[in-house]
């Protein structure tokens, strides 16, 4: 952990201003609310039907587009609970707060069911994303947009140094399971963050603290780092893990997630600069090219194989209550 956030801080510390904290939104559920004309939230919605061959008509290619919509969020069990029926009753869905209710009222939230195994195992279920959030995706066909950051604020936080403390905003209903967030810094690495325990009633902020962080300025490891670009870190969500100790009941947990925050130094100082580097050089979108249409790539495939897969599916609930007559045999 503490390797992962001095990575995180490896940048711009000048000793004579101190560092700049910030709070940020790393994901509010709440804002990732799906159009119920396409289901999709359209400010981080990516078009993948260019995977898919030109068989395809245009109905078939606009449902190969996926956003950050709660319902298309997914949970992944430990290869030890990946039953069918875990499986299948583990899902994500949108959850209406009330309107009378003391915190939140009237927001919509991501409400998690998990089912793990009835006998006693440990165990776990990662809450992710349908994709690999993009650091540096620009929306197509918006002029207005900021290069590169159509998803900041939606699983993004640019400009991040040292980390000094997260809170998670978690509806409990008393169940003893534990809660841990999943980070990816911009170096590709990843880091599980304990934030605490679900047995509580109602919401409550869970908050993790870093141990590591300094608060005077004097104690801190200060040094002047080349900056564009190799002064661009990041912090990027995963996932949301929930574990099952086996002394724990198993079967199925219920819970709702309103949104995640940071607080951190920043990396660089705010400065208007005399050039863009990056409009110059792209060299920060060029690093996650590669690896972006890979993951497109896969994503894509695996949209047209669902596509296909729901158009395959029967659709018969029951049996005819009259079985059709035979045809009659050829002479």
């Known amino acids: 952990m503490?390797?992962?956030?001095?990575?995180?801080?490896?940048?711009?510390?000048?000793?004579?201003?101190?560092?700049?904290?910030?709070?940020?939104?790393?994901?509010?559920?709440?804002?990732?609310?799906?159009?119920?004309?396409?289901?999709?939230?359209?400010?981080?919605?990516?078009?993948?039907?260019?995977?898919?061959?030109?068989?395809?008509?245009?109905?078939?290619?606009?449902?190969?587009?996926?956003?950050?919509?709660?319902?298309?969020?997914?949970?992944?069990?430990?290869?030890?609970?990946?039953?069918?029926?875990?499986?299948?009753?583990?899902?994500?869905?949108?959850?209406?707060?009330?309107?009378?209710?003391?915190?939140?009222?009237?927001?919509?939230?991501?409400?998690?069911?998990?089912?793990?195994?009835?006998?006693?195992?440990?165990?776990?279920?990662?809450?992710?994303?349908?994709?690999?959030?993009?650091?540096?995706?620009?929306?197509?066909?918006?002029?207005?947009?900021?290069?590169?950051?159509?998803?900041?604020?939606?699983?993004?936080?640019?400009?991040?140094?040292?980390?000094?403390?997260?809170?998670?905003?978690?509806?409990?209903?008393?169940?003893s399971n534990s809660l841990s967030l999943l980070l990816e810094n911009e170096l590709g690495q990843e880091q599980e963050i304990f934030m605490g325990y679900l047995n509580f009633d109602g919401w409550k902020a869970l908050t993790w603290l870093n141990p590591n962080y300094q608060t005077e300025v004097r104690n801190r490891d200060l040094k002047a780092m080349p900056l564009y670009p190799r002064s661009a870190p990041m912090l990027k969500l995963k996932g949301i893990i929930i574990h099952r100790d086996a002394a724990q009941d198993g079967g199925d947990i219920v819970t709702y997630i309103h949104d995640i925050k940071v607080i951190y130094d920043q990396a660089v100082l705010p400065s208007g600069g005399e050039v863009d580097d990056e409009a110059v050089w792209g060299i920060l979108k060029q690093r996650e090219e590669a690896a972006r249409n890979f993951e497109l790539s896969r994503l894509g495939n695996l949209q047209v194989l669902r596509a296909l897969e729901t158009k395959k599916m029967a659709t018969e609930t029951g049996f005819d209550a009259t079985p059709a007559a035979a045809a009659p045999a050829a002479k």
Not at 37 to 58: E, K, N, V
């Open 2 to 175: 503490k390797r992962f956030f001095t990575i995180l801080g490896a940048a711009l510390f000048l000793a004579n201003s101190g560092a700049f904290a910030e709070q940020a939104t790393l994901i509010d559920f709440s804002k990732l609310v799906a159009d119920s004309a396409t289901g999709l939230h359209a400010p981080t919605t990516i078009d993948f039907s260019r995977q898919a061959g030109s068989s395809y008509s245009s109905e078939d290619k606009a449902k190969m587009k996926v956003s950050l919509a709660i319902p298309s969020w997914e949970v992944k069990l430990a290869s030890s609970a990946q039953t069918v029926e875990n499986q299948s009753l583990s899902t994500v869905n949108s959850a209406p707060v009330k309107a009378d209710a003391s915190k939140f009222a009237g927001d919509t939230v991501m409400g998690v069911r998990i089912h793990f195994p009835t006998f006693g195992i440990n165990s776990y279920a990662v809450i992710h994303p349908p994709f690999n959030i993009p650091s540096y995706q620009t929306l197509e066909g918006d002029q207005n947009a900021k290069p590169g950051a159509q998803f900041d604020n939606f699983g993004i936080i640019k400009n991040v140094g040292v980390v000094k403390s997260i809170q998670i905003f978690v509806l409990g209903r008393n169940y």
